[in-house]
Structures are given as structure tokens and as C-alpha cells.
């Protein structure tokens, strides 16, 4: 009977390989979608080219699975359409923004243009199906094996305030042709065997739930009603992971206290020299993975469209813009808001520590010397998510992300300062004398080459630590 289900399922898997079901079946199996040695573009308009949701994927990736070996690239273009604009027709956009990659694996969305920004007409939507349909083929054809990830548009905020008369007689209800849009997006994907991954409906809802709660808040969701805000970014990064079976854990301990402390379990790490001496309860625990750093949540501004230049104030110079910068003494409201409001620590970060069998009263943790949390035994006992604290190992992983950020504006501005107006596209496009073209087109190559480099950067970034925890019981709290 075991001989026969292995062969049942051979057969499954390979019927799934030669349909090119390979998604249905990862997503069957309730396995990660990325494999290892994966190369992932992320294809799309504006809103793909704000690369905050790119980011924080690529970011859970590294930080979640950190020998993965996986590739990102960002090939996002404002004003794109299934057609392409004005970085050039579509069939071009994709010989010179995604082949060259060799993607394994790539993301689509496109819509929010493809509209128009008028109400719903058959025509439009028609040409956006078939300009769909022959992304589709031309990919297939230039990628054999490529697996594709359709996500259907997000939404235009008609939602969180009223929009002016003379918007809304022209605009109606626009995030209708987006939900329509997005009905096409997901027959097609039916059709074509792919993954879809529906950013509209999650997004909506947040913003119904802030409004409700706090409509300032509710209207810096999607600031503009068309390009997500960073925050707003984040629930999409977490609903297209959610879409791969991006897996909660970071790493679980529970350790029995006494005066013979043992380790009860021990998920996803090490944990080794458990001791109690002096009332104090010690070990060292090396988690396999890092918990995933939440972009905006200690980040008090965030553009909504990061700055390719900045004004790099301690050296008085223009230099890259390093990212949404982290300060954990404060916390930004519509983050902490929506972070709770998705489930996001549940879903995606679920770092535990029990300590069981401590006598009652108040301990402190600390890992690595640092102050972490105060907490009651009771407490302890339930559960902590460390996830949520200010630990040495969220501190790495804020490092990991500002070094993807890095990576992902390296690659920004080597394609849209140098490549693009080299080959006569973007606004600095103009016509170069062949030396002048040779150079702009080194400068380009020399930037990917680093680009690539600063994976193993990243990995080593990410790389486990040896941590050292000690937690005694204090008085006086």
C-alpha cells in the first residue's frame, strides 16, 4: 500500500512538472513557493517601481531562509501598461527588463493604467486581456519552465474620503475597473496554470477597518488613491508571501525552570548550556532564521515614491537614499495600526520563548547583555513572541533590509540613469557620441555586476548568531 502512494504520488509530481502545474502543486504540498537558486523579477507600473513591497519580500526571504540563494530584481516602470509606455513597447520592455535575468519565477501587476482613469468600458478591458494574454506567451516562449505570479491590480482609493464632484463624475467608482481587471487577471491565471494573488480585496479591507478606527490615519493608506504608501505596501508584501506559504516560525523554545532547568523544545535552533546559577537562568540558543523586520514600523517618514538622489546631510553630498530608516523608540501609528489589524506578527513572525515552572513574581530577560522585556512569570509561561522586541537578533535583521534596500536602488539607478537614457529612454534620455554611449553602458554593467555581488553580502548579513540569554527574577516592578 506505501509502495503504491509513493508511485501515485511520482506520477502526481511529474504530471504536475510537465504541465508546468509546478504551483498548484508547491501550493498543494502547503511547501514555500521560492526554491532554492531561484531568480524572482518583479514586473509591473509605478507601483512596483516604489519597490517597497519588492523590498520587504526579498527582505523576508534573506532574513527567513537565509542559505536559500535566492535572486530579486525590480523591473518596475511608471506609466506602464500590458503594452508597455514610455520606457518603451512591451515586447522590448521584456527582452531588456526581464530576459536578461534568466527569471525562474515572475511577478505581474498591471491595471492601474491599463484603465485609463475613466469609468468601465468593454473595449478596455478586452485589449487588456489580450495585451495579458501575449505577456503570457512571450514569456513562456523566451522562458520555458518560467513560473508566473499574477497579481491583480491594487486599488484605487475610493474608499477612505470622498472623492471631489468633478473626480467622481469623471473617475465613477475606478476601483470597480480594478476589481474587474482583476477578475480577468484571475481567469487568466486559471487558465494558464499560474499562481494569482489578489492585492485589491486585502488592501480594501484595511482601509475600511482604519477609517472606521481613525479616518486621518485611513486616507495615508493609499495617499494619492493610486500608488500604495509604504505601510500600505507592507500588506502586500505579507499577502503575496501568505500566497507562497511563507512560514510563520522564526524559531520556538520552551524550557522548563526548577531547580533542574531542561529544554522542552527546541524548533528552527540550538539550544545548548542551560543553567541555572545564582537565581539565574542562562543559555545560549542560535536561531536557524531572524525575525522579519517590520519596514515602517519604527520609520517616521517613508515617500511615497523614494528619491532616486538625496541630500546626504552628514556628508554634505548627494548620495543613494539608504531606505526607511528604523528608530525604535518610536513607533508609527497607521503602521502599528495595520500591522494589528493583518495579523501580521501571527502570520509572518512568530519568534516564541516559553519558560515554564519559574516562581511567581517579575523577571527580566536579557539577550546578549541588552534589557529586552520585563515579564511575569505567568507571562513566561504563556509565551513571548520576541518577534516584537528590540532584540539583537531584529536589530541584524533591520540590517539585512537596509542592505537589500541598498541593493534594489543599485540596480535602480543603473538601469534608469545610465542604461534607459543610453538607449534613448527616461528624462535624461538624449543622443550620445559612441564614446560617450560605451561609458553610460560600463557604468550600467559595472553597477549590475555589484548588484550581484551584494547577494553573498546579504547572506552573510543574515547568517545566524550565537546568542546568550539570561533571565532572573527581580523585585520592586
Known sequence: ???????????TVMVGAILGLGTATAAAAGAFYLRPHDRVVFYGDSITEQRYYPVAVQTFVRTRFPKLKVRFVDSGVGGDTVDG??????????KRDVLPFHPT??????????????PYNAQVLQRYRQGYVH?????RKHLPGVRLVFIEPSPFDDYSRPLSPGKQARLGTYNQVMIRMGRVVAQLAARYHALCVNFNAPLVKVIEKVRRKNPALAARIIPGRVHPGATAQMVMAQTL????????LVSAVAIRGGAAPAVAKAVNTRVRDLRLAGGTLSWQQMDMALPYPMMTLHAEHSPQFPPVRWWDRKKHRLGEWPGPAQKFSYINPLAALVLHLTRAYQTL???RLRVMGLPAGNYELQINGRIIAHCTAAKLAAGVNLARYNTPMMTQAYHVMRLVWRQTQERFLAWRLYQLPARGFGYKARRYAPAALARALAVAKAMYRQCRRMDAVEYAAAEPHVDTYRLWRITGR
Open 1 to 11: 500500500m506505501r509502495f503504491i502512494t509513493l508511485i501515485t504520488l511520482w506520477i
Open 85 to 94: 509606455g514610455w520606457a518603451g513597447p512591451i515586447d522590448l520592455r521584456l
Open 105 to 118: 519565477v515572475v511577478t505581474i501587476m498591471l491595471g492601474m493604467n491599463d484603465g485609463g482613469y475613466h
Open 135 to 139: 505577456i503570457i506567451h512571450w514569456l
Open 241 to 248: 508571501l501568505t500566497a507562497w506559504h511563507a512560514p510563520a
Open 349 to 351: 513572525d512568530q519568534q
